[in-house]
């Protein structure tokens, strides 16, 4: 006996041919999308009166684990691919009730940041857009059973976004489609390393979309040292692009992400620099107090009152700033960190086993 695949929840034309062949009304699908994307009911009951819902395949992943921290409210989750292998997404519970999302791309990263988890890992694969908004739905199915809400979505778990930019755009789509979870663009947030053609692209296609970009040091040969894709896409270029995200995105500004390192880029002279680079351009500073990880020893976050005075420095310079400490740091929040935990136990564990 031959089995069926199941059909995907965002698979339209094969939903309708199934409701077509089995005659149920249109509006039951509307009625299951509205239940399960836009209210996150749980499964079972998003699925009361819908006939042939053992023909749908509701989740891309499968929940894994989840860890919660003791401190912060942040919550990681992970989940496995058919294929068995772990991707994270992390909640953020803030004190104003509004939650954060934040969500990977892909499985492991190609642009192997020196800071970074996830760039340590290498790539695996690109995660496909239902395993992407998948994410998505498992956390707000979450959320909803402690009375919260899931208000912003970030793209700055694993992976670089544009080096999977044909299954983000498509993930974007059902973010913000009226018909799937309706979410609003403008609480969509897409971080990148600078690829600076998918920003483009991205702004011209999705212009309510946020963007921010991971800068970290107006200083080439600084900033080529963190993130060996500068190479690729240099500062001049960034500046160029900035620009023209700034033109074709009238009601947005363009985030820029800032890790304080210390004795890296934490000086007067690299704020007095990066306020100078940043001169015309319609930003939005975000600096970010370094979480260590175990991969990049040498790497030390800047203390508060370095990190202080850096932001009332680009402040005085009339540039909006805001100081964003690590939620979650117990919980090896840090895109990857947790991943390469899981899968260094994994294969710990493998060992023993086999041996
Ligand atoms: S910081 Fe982002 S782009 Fe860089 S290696 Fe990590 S996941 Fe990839």
Request: hydrophobic share 40%.
């Amino acid at each position: 006996m031959t089995s069926i695949k199941p059909i995907s929840l965002y698979d339209t034309p094969s939903i309708d041919e199934v409701r077509a062949a089995a005659r149920f009304d249109p509006q039951v699908i509307r009625s299951l999308h509205s239940k399960l994307l836009r209210r996150f009911d749980p499964d079972d009951v998003a699925l009361v009166g819908f006939p042939l819902g053992d023909q749908l395949r509701l989740h891309a992943l499968e929940f894994y684990r989840r860890y919660d921290s003791a401190v912060d409210g942040a919550t990681k989750l992970l989940l496995r691919t058919s294929a068995g292998m772990l991707i994270e997404s992390v909640i953020l519970r803030v004190e104003s009730g509004r939650s954060t999302l934040c969500v990977s791309s892909q499985i492991g990263c190609a642009a192997a940041c020196e800071f970074c988890a996830s760039g340590k890992m290498g790539i695996a694969r690109d995660l496909s857009a239902d395993e992407i908004v998948d994410q998505v739905l498992q956390a707000g199915q979450l959320l909803v059973t402690e009375g919260r809400q899931l208000r912003n979505i970030v793209f700055m778990g694993m992976g670089e976004p544009f080096h999977n930019e044909e299954n983000l755009f498509a993930a974007l789509e059902l973010l913000i489609a009226p018909e799937f979870f309706n979410h609003s663009p403008g609480k969509v947030l897409v971080s990148t390393v600078g690829v600076t053609d998918g920003m483009l692209r991205c702004a011209a296609r999705f212009p309510a979309v946020n963007l921010a970009l991971s800068l970290h040091s107006v200083r080439q040969r600084v900033r080529e040292r963190l993130i060996p894709l500068a190479k690729k896409y240099p500062l001049d270029d960034l500046h160029r692009t900035i620009a023209e995200v700034n033109q074709l995105q009238a009601t947005t500004t363009v985030m820029i992400e800032y890790l304080m390192l210390a004795g890296v880029n934490d000086g007067r002279a690299d704020a007095t620099d990066l306020i100078e680079w940043l001169d015309g351009l319609s930003v939005h500073v975000n600096l970010i107090p370094y979480n260590p990880i175990t991969d990049a020893p040498h790497f030390v976050g800047s203390d508060r009152p370095t990190c202080r005075a850096f932001a009332q420095q680009l402040r005085t310079a009339g540039l909006k700033t805001t100081v964003r400490y690590s939620l979650g740091n117990d919980i090896a929040a840090g895109c990857g960190q947790l991943v390469r935990q899981e899968n260094r136990m994994i294969a710990r564990q493998t060992l023993v086993d086999d041996g």
